[in-house]
């Protein structure tokens, strides 16, 4: 793997400091914010500068309008550079998302619209997420023959419960702000326009407290509400790319890209 990029070299993300208080902005809004390879390598290494900086004691993560993130670059999975084009074997959990969970930082998520795939798992390994009343959020791996990963496996059930996790797992269904508000999966919904302001507001007020009390406040969280992902963070990227050389996952692509319903035979 190349080595991460320096925050001036970003391409597919901004990054920016103000007030102990790191903003982490996907950009790539003609793309709805989908990722390539670029976009994960540049997410991780945000969070582990974020992480390393002692003048930064929290995170908001957003998406530049109009989307949160829309999970993968379907078409350049399909046509250019792609994740599946690693080994098989590879056991190692997705390194965006271990550095997003391994982040020693009180992360908020400022959910500004769609929130899908993988976008929905980034969301979900903030300690908080806010939305506009324009987000929408949904684990859609099943629809491409795939798992999910940390995020839904873990995260997941322990906010909104094992059952009703499994049904956004088991059918890929999209819920609105209101909805996600209802289960829990969000602590609150504003108006567009106050999305940014109301998380900024708050990572000041959390950012006002003692640095080291945050960061085992953290700790404490994480290891009696969730546990440790590197285990399941294994299994599950094993899993995925075990599921990439399915004919169901490439059904499931091919049938996305070419606006039709999918014809799943098991295989």
């Not at 271990?98 to 400022?110: F, G, H, N, R, W």
């Not at 790319?241 to 319903?261: I, M, W």
Request: hydrophobic share 45%; proline share 7%; charged share 30%.
């Amino acid at each position: 793997m190349p080595p991460l990029p320096e925050p001036r070299e970003f391409a597919c993300v901004l990054y920016t400091v103000r007030d102990h208080v790191a903003e982490i902005t996907l950009d790539r809004p003609e793309r709805r914010n989908a990722l390539n390879p670029r976009a994960y390598r540049e997410i991780e290494a945000a969070f582990r500068q974020a992480g390393a900086d002692d003048g930064v004691r929290c995170i908001v993560v957003s998406g530049a309008d109009p989307a949160f993130c829309s999970g993968e670059d379907v078409k350049e999975m399909m046509t250019g550079e792609s994740r599946t084009a690693e080994p098989v074997a590879r056991r190692e959990p997705t390194p965006a998302a271990m550095a997003a969970l391994d982040c020693e930082k009180p992360v908020i998520a400022a959910v500004n619209g769609a929130a899908v795939g993988w976008g929905m798992e980034l969301a979900l390994y903030a300690d908080v997420r806010i939305a506009s009343e324009k987000a929408v959020f949904a684990e859609l791996f099943i629809k491409r023959g795939l798992i999910c990963d940390v995020g839904g496996l873990l995260r997941l059930p322990a906010l909104v419960g094992p059952a009703k996790a499994a049904e956004l797992l088991f059918t890929g269904d999209a819920i609105d702000a209101r909805e996600a508000l209802r289960i829990g999966l969000v602590s609150e919904v504003v108006p567009h326009d106050a999305l940014l302001p109301r998380a900024g507001a708050l990572a000041d007020r959390i950012a006002a407290n003692p640095p080291l009390a945050l960061r085992y406040m953290k700790e404490g969280l994480r290891r009696t509400a969730y546990g440790d992902p590197h285990e399941i963070g294994s299994w599950a990227i094993e899993t995925i790319y075990r599921l990439f050389e399915t004919e169901d996952h490439r059904e499931g692509v091919r049938a996305f890209l070419e606006k039709r319903a999918p014809k799943f035979t098991g295989r």
